[in-house]
Each structure stands twice: as structure tokens, then as C-alpha cells.
T-cell receptor
Framework: DAKTTQPPSMDCAEGRAANLPCNHSTISGNEYVYWYRQIHSQGPQYIIHGLKNNETNEMASLIITEDRKSSTLILPHATLRDTAVYYCIVRVLERFGNEKLTFGTGTRLTIIP | DTAVSQTPKYLVTQMGNDKSIKCEQNLGHDTMYWYKQDSKKFLKIMFSYNNKELIINETVPNRFSPKSPDKAHLNLHINSLELGDSAVYFC?????????????????FGPGTRLTVL
């Protein structure tokens, strides 16, 4: 799986959009970009994933650059409950149990009241 | 309704003891995993099982023995506990489902078991 680089920490004001960047310059054509987050003392939680098109769900939007070497996770209206460590993971999708997630150090996002 | 549950939530024990952590998922998934998060917060996979068959074993010492009695359960037994085994252990499950957008392999994590070895 390709390596990812994320800033170690970010702050965002409550109610504003939080934009979390991720660099994955060695990504290959069959690798997806996944985002998970871990709220303090809880298990990681899936947020969103994508291959090359931008994606949106009820939690967030994922913007992937045309060359796929970087992406941005957007939380459109951050709340205090979005304070967490956010992990960007790049991986080939596999089936039947060989689907390990390789977590890096992530970005610690703090939402400021 | 808890999707992925683990027991116990906290486990404090002495070096050399043998202990087990239990995991159950009620999502009907075929695949279950164990991850370890150490004191520096690095989260690493240990094992995965698909339909009760071991798929991934990430060079974990053989003191760790996962057991999957059925698809809904994946228990972790640890023999001869060492200080370095102190960590938070997370169980997860997933169902590889292929859709038009490609495989959707979201993993659902349990709340974690904090193991402290004294």
C-alpha cells in the first residue's frame, strides 16, 4: 500500500469547514483512498473512500486531485464532536479477509468553540 | 444494538498470566479482525479471519492465538503475558460487498479492550 503524509495537527472553528489534506504521491492506479477517524478512547470509524472521482456522503466530502497524488477530506460544518484523529489510508481493495488497514499517524483535528 | 462488542473493556493482569478477550459482531459479516494500538497510538493489524479461516497473521508472536468458533465471534487468547502486551486491542468486522462503485469494504470497529500487564 502507498505511503501517506498528513499534517500532525490542525485546528478549526466550530461551524466552519474543516479541510484535511493528505499526500499520497506514490499511489498506483488500483489503490483507493480511505478516510477513518478515531474519537478519543473509541474504535476507528469509517468516513468515506474514493478512487478518482470526488465523493460525498452524509459525513464528509472527499476531493481527489486529477493526478491522484493528493486528496482533501472536507467536513462541511465542523462540530465539537468532530474532534478526533483522522487517518488517510491508501490501499488496494481485496476480498475475503485480506483487507488490512495500515494506519499512519493521522491528523489530530481540534474543533475550537 | 451494538454492532461490534468486546469484553472485557478493561483487563489488568500480572506478567505470565493467560487471558482472553472476546469479540462478537451482529452485522452478519464474514470477516473479522484484531488490531493492536500501542502507547504511541500506532494502530496495527494482527489477524483477520474470513468464514472462520485465518487469512492475515502479521508476524504476531505465537503467544497470541485467535479463535473463531463461528463467523460472528473472534476471540483473542494471549499466553504468558508480557509488559509489552499492554495496549488497547480493537476487534473489527467487514463484509466485502462489490457494488458498481467497486468494493465497499468498510470495517466496523469495536470499542476496544485496554489491557494492562503489571
Amino acid at each position: 500500500d502507498a505511503k501517506t503524509t498528513q499534517p500532525p495537527s490542525m485546528d478549526c472553528a466550530e461551524g466552519r469547514a474543516a479541510n484535511l489534506p493528505c499526500n499520497h504521491s506514490t499511489i498506483s492506479g488500483n489503490e483507493y483512498v480511505y478516510w477513518y477517524r478515531q474519537i478519543h478512547s473509541q474504535g476507528p470509524q469509517y468516513i468515506i473512500h474514493g478512487l478518482k472521482n470526488n465523493e460525498t456522503n452524509e459525513m464528509a466530502s472527499l476531493i481527489i486531485t486529477e493526478d491522484r497524488k493528493s486528496s482533501t477530506l472536507i467536513l462541511p460544518h465542523a462540530t465539537l464532536r468532530d474532534t478526533a484523529v483522522y487517518y488517510c489510508i491508501v490501499r488496494v481493495l481485496e476480498r475475503f479477509g485480506n483487507e488490512k488497514l495500515t494506519f499512519g499517524t493521522g491528523t489530530r483535528l481540534t474543533i475550537i468553540p | 444494538d451494538t454492532a461490534v462488542s468486546q469484553t472485557p473493556k478493561y483487563l489488568v493482569t500480572q506478567m505470565g498470566n493467560d487471558k482472553s478477550i472476546k469479540c462478537e459482531q451482529n452485522l452478519g459479516h464474514d470477516t473479522m479482525y484484531w488490531y493492536k494500538q500501542d502507547s504511541k497510538k500506532f494502530l496495527k493489524i494482527m489477524f483477520s479471519y474470513n468464514n472462520k479461516e485465518l487469512i492475515i497473521n502479521e508476524t504476531v508472536p505465537n503467544r497470541f492465538s485467535p479463535k473463531s468458533p463461528d463467523k460472528a465471534h473472534l476471540n483473542l487468547h494471549i499466553n504468558s503475558l508480557e509488559l509489552g502486551d499492554s495496549a488497547v486491542y480493537f476487534c473489527a468486522s467487514s463484509q466485502g460487498t462489490w457494488s458498481r462503485r467497486g468494493s465497499y469494504n468498510e470495517q466496523f470497529f469495536g470499542p476496544g479492550t485496554r489491557l494492562t500487564v503489571l
